[in-house]
């Protein structure tokens, strides 16, 4: 399992997807700030709201070229979907949905803007201070609406875009990722585009996990992209609760925009899961264990948005819920440290582990002896702490999730002095 560090922090352990990213190469399955031309959108960019007609939108355009042509995008507010753009301000072209015919007639070039015979939907813009206002022409089916847009923010696409290796991977495995870089927060400032495509959603309530009068969870889901995520509902400390739920909202905003940004590839591509979610409205995402300390959740499927194979995963993570952030297993386990990329075990404590994978485990031998190189810790109910195989190769992938599940009483030689209160209920 590899570690995370945040600027000014102690390195902590997090699942391998938060950690790649944090080291600047995690596995990354969607670029979707790709442009109609199929080019990353140069920056920097400019950000409207307003409507469409009756409807909500958000648009995002680059800056003109030499001829006046400006490349961007645009979602519906209530689907969340981009759908791209390229031309001048005052005939604004919007692609078309791909289909068999389609892409017949165009070959290689995608995504569309007008179809064989110069149909097109435009829109008509004219540029009035800080507001963008005209008229959106279907020439496809003959219908018109007014546009109305304020500018409401100005950034860099290229400073969030993923880098190195994790860039790389996008051609390797698809359905991992938001297209923005693990290591930086979706938030209003800083990714003003995709932030309003999550973050004014209202989320559907599942029902209440009540663990103790004062600790519970509860499953949250965006209704556009279908699967639920996890928020603490209660727990004694409201600091904690916040900062927690934050750092869970997060992690739900990047699946969200990974499954948004497949939907929308139908408009760059035809592939097999083109227009689809990816598959994310299969994502299992579980709370393994809730105490006042820990909250210990895992992520799983096979996300697959095109590429070579399936993003077929088992992500844990554990938070911290006496001092917040993700678990720092140094505080917990005693002889532990971090190592360039994973945590690092005491020669006792690898020891002990051979022999509870003996003990406790029923799982395949092949698959147990790849710990603990691919190996990530959580816990599970009632009391045990879990070492299970993530980030493991696609072509070892039916070794996702094996491992060992020891009793905290098993542990107790291994725990630091004053951190038994991790173990507690």
């Known amino acids: 399992m590899r570690h995370c560090t945040q600027p000014g922090e102690v390195p902590v352990q997090c699942d391998a997807r938060t950690a790649i990213a944090l080291k600047g190469w995690r ?30 939108v958000v648009m995002e355009l680059g800056q003109p070229q030499a001829d006046g042509v400006r490349e961007g995008r645009y979602f519906y507010l209530r689907h969340g979907v981009d759908i791209p753009l390229k031309g001048q301000l005052k005939a604004l072209a919007e692609a078309q949905l791909l289909t068999p015919e389609l892409m017949e007639a165009l070959g290689n070039d995608t995504p569309l803007f007008t179809d064989a015979k110069q149909r097109a939907v435009l829109w008509s813009l004219e ?19 007014p546009l109305s847009l304020r500018h409401i923010a100005h950034y860099d696409p290229e400073k969030i875009a993923p880098k190195g290796v994790e860039a790389v991977t996008l051609a390797i495995v698809q359905g991992s990722g938001s297209g923005v870089s693990g ?16 973050a004014k959603q ?18 949250v889901r965006d209704a556009r992209t279908k699967f639920w995520y996890p ?9 904690i609760l916040a900062q927690t739920n934050a750092m869970l909202e997060q992690r739900h905003w990047g699946m969200s925009l990974a499954a948004l940004g497949c939907r929308a590839s139908i408009y760059l591509n035809y592939g097999p899961a ?30 697959d948005c095109g590429g070579a194979h399936p993003n077929n995963h088992y992500d ?8 917040g952030g993700y678990m720092d297993f140094t505080r917990l386990l005693k002889g532990a440290k ?65 491992g060992v599940s020891v009793p905290f009483k098993e542990l107790k030689p291994y725990i630091k002095p004053g951190a038994e209160r991790y173990l507690q209920p």
């Open 316 to 323: 844990p993570f554990v938070l911290d819920l006496l001092r």
């Open 274 to 303: 083109a227009g689809s979610l990816g598959n994310y409205e299969n994502e299992e995402i579980k709370v393994t264990y809730l105490s006042r300390a820990l909250m210990s959740g895992v992520e799983s499927g096979s996300t």
């Open 231 to 239: 928020r603490l509902s209660r727990h004694p400390d409201a600091k």
């Open 183 to 198: 290591d930086v927060v979706i938030s209003e400032q800083t990714t003003p585009y995709d932030y309003l495509r999550v």
């Open 27 to 56: 596995s990354l399955a969607l670029a979707f700030f790709v442009s109609a031309a199929g080019t990353a959108l140069a920056a920097p960019m400019d950000v409207y709201r307003g409507t469409l007609g009756g409807s909500q």
């Open 338 to 402: 971090y190592g360039e990329y994973k945590l690092e075990y005491s020669d006792r404590f690898s020891r002990f582990l051979d022999k509870a994978v003996r003990k406790h485990s029923e799982d395949d031998k092949e698959c147990t002896d790849l710990l603990p190189q691919y190996m990530a810790l959580m816990f599970d109910k009632p009391d045990k702490m879990s070492f299970v195989i993530s980030g493991i190769g696609h072509a070892m992938g039916v070794c996702l999730g094996s």
């Open 202 to 219: 209202a989320l559907e309530q599942g029902k209440e996990v009540v663990i103790a009068k004062d600790l519970a969870w509860r499953p």
């Open 127 to 145: 540029q009035q201070g800080d507001s963008l206002s005209g008229e959106w022409v279907d020439g496809v089916h003959g219908k018109k609406l």
